[in-house]
């Protein structure tokens, strides 16, 4: 028998004792939030048995790969997931569906079935909700303290390009996400339009 609260409980100890403290977006309340979304998805298509377990586990462990690296975490979770997962009882068949789960978040987001798609939306759920602005900033100062942008104009090129480019893969996201990521991408390109006319 799976102890899934065994293994829950295990990674969010983790993550809140050993994360990096200058991780201001990929910090323990991100795992928290994909992990809320995960268990509305499980609830709204009904999800059952393994495949709930499945959704539920990658998403708690989807960025647990922070506590060994910042480039390619998402490896590192696998290698985590791989590890520890065993101690609380998941089989080997488990653990692969669970790390094809976490590979799927890694950008640009690849999903191969249904669970894959639920976990890649869960982790960027926030881009069609009202908090994206105050999340979004978050991201900014996490990826200038690792030299990913250096300024404010690279910052919102780079988030006008990721969200015209990307898509929701379920039906949920499509209808209640996508309406208010159109709405967060007309926010960023004015924001991006201000900064270049305030260089002219």
Known sequence: M???????????????????????????????DVYRVAVEFADYYKL??????????????????????????????????????????????????????????KLPQSPRRFLSELICDSDLDYIGGND????????FEEFKEYHIVTSEMQWFEMQVGFLETHSYFSDFSRQFRNPGKLQNLKLVK???????QDER
């Open 190 to 196: 004015a924001h991006l339009e201000k900064l270049r």
């Open 2 to 32: 799976v102890d899934f609260e065994g293994a829950k409980s295990y990674v969010l100890s983790e993550l809140s004792q050993n994360l990096p403290d200058n991780l201001t977006y990929h910090g323990l309340w991100h795992t928290k």
């Open 48 to 105: 059952t048995g393994d495949d709930r377990i499945v959704l539920e586990t990658a998403a708690l462990y989807h960025d647990s790969g922070f506590l060994r690296v910042y480039r390619n975490h998402e490896e590192a979770g696998c290698e985590i997931a791989s590890d520890v997962l065993p101690g609380f009882h998941y089989s080997q068949d488990l653990i692969e569906q669970v790390c094809e789960l976490i590979m799927a978040t």
């Open 132 to 139: 994206y602005v105050r999340i979004a900033n978050l991201l």
